[in-house]
């Protein structure tokens, strides 16, 4: 049996009192990023925007197998948000219509969830009305008369089926029950516990043909959306997700495979999953903090740094000790830069002479590493 098939369906259960801890937990870290992000400077908090919304997007696709370009995401997750560094380059059908979803998720979380709401999320994400080369039903629960089944296929052996979605005909009512729900237990229920039964309930109808975990995800979004009274992005829960997808396939299993309402340990892990985002958001924060102090304070003592220069210090900072292996070379700062080799030895020699670059080895093996500390009169970071 399934869990849609429970004599209690869906009168989900959990055990607040288990779920507590790991609630207080998860509100503290969420509480801890939301009031570093106050502090941030507006490009700064602009970044991080920018860097959940691609996050976000990247990761919902992963977890169904699909790969979306990082810069093409960037720049149109730049673009939605009027960042100044939106780059032109050729939209992408799909990375449009991820955004697109999760776009319309946090905009629309003031209005009320209905049937045409989750159509048109379904819909935008297949824009041609076909997944891959298979036509498929858009815009619409599905209808067709075979169970909806998920399996794995074996090669000469029946398959396996993981999971058996109701019948296409109970889909309307079964979804009609979920909007109702979602609607009425806004404030009602723990945010976190609301988006976490969301997410479970809308996977167990598997309501349409495909997508039906990037729309449950971006229910999520709405979810928490409405829970933070916010309409800001700051940190990707599906990006937790994928991290852990293993823990996600197991949990969407565990919960929707038995016909038991109790499903306290899928809450306790999605709870977890917030966690580890507001957390991983924070960390993201604290880093552009310091950044943004490491720039401050050396533009204010060495304000002599070319262009160059500065170029290629951010691009050092960025990549970290293992981004050059062994450091930069003259040929890698003549190639970032754009400058002569003449050029680029003087003003590697210039940076060592000002103490932010140490040089290791001699002739084709010369390096220069960034020595961030050592740019500063006082060690300020």
Not at 125 to 154: C, N, W
Not at 267 to 285: E, I, S, Y
């Amino acid at each position: 049996m399934f869990l849609w098939q429970s004599p209690q369906w869906p009168e989900f259960q959990f055990d607040l009192v288990a779920l507590q801890p790991l609630l207080a937990a998860a509100r503290y870290a969420q509480g801890r990023a939301m009031g570093l992000a106050s502090h941030l400077q507006l490009m700064d908090l602009g970044a991080l925007e920018l860097q959940g919304w691609a996050d976000e997007a990247i990761a919902t696709a992963q977890i169904e197998g699909e790969t979306l370009q990082v810069n093409s995401v960037r720049a149109s997750a730049a673009r939605r948000l009027g960042l100044a560094d939106a780059k032109a380059l050729e939209r992408d059908a799909r990375t449009e219509a991820t955004l697109d979803v999760l776009q319309a998720a946090i905009e629309q979380s003031q209005q009320p969830l209905s049937h045409d709401t989750l159509y048109g999320w379904q819909a935008a994400l297949f824009p041609t009305g076909r997944s891959g080369i298979q036509k498929i039903r858009t815009g619409a629960y599905r209808d067709h008369a075979e169970p909806m089944q998920i399996v794995t296929p074996r090669m000469g052996k029946p398959d396996i089926v993981h999971y058996q979605a109701p019948d296409s005909a109970d889909v309307p009512a079964q979804m009609t029950r979920l909007i109702d729900w979602f609607n009425s237990s806004l404030g009602k229920t723990d945010g976190l516990v609301r988006a976490a039964l969301a997410h479970l309930w809308l996977e167990a109808i598997h309501p349409f043909e495909d997508g039906n975990g990037r729309v449950g995800r971006a229910l999520v979004e709405m979810a928490l959306a409405q829970d933070l009274k916010t309409d800001k992005r700051m940190w990707s829960l599906s990006q937790q997700m994928w991290l852990d997808r293993a823990g996600y396939y197991a949990q969407l299993q565990a919960a929707t495979g038995q016909a038991n309402m109790d499903v306290t340990p899928w809450v306790q892990w999605f709870v977890g999953c917030v966690h580890k985002a507001a957390d991983a958001t924070w960390g993201h924060m604290q880093a552009a903090m310091r950044k943004t102090r490491f720039w401050s304070e050396l533009r204010e003592q060495h304000p002599q740094l070319t262009p160059t220069q500065t170029k290629a210090i951010n691009k050092l900072y960025d990549v970290g000790p293992d981004g050059f292996a062994n450091g930069i070379s003259t040929e890698k700062y003549v190639n970032l830069c754009r400058v002569s080799r003449a050029t680029a030895y003087r003003e590697l020699t210039a940076l060592c002479e000002m103490g932010g670059l140490v040089q290791t080895g001699t002739g084709r093996g010369t390096r220069y590493q960034l020595r961030v500390r050592d740019f500063f009169r006082q060690n300020h970071l």
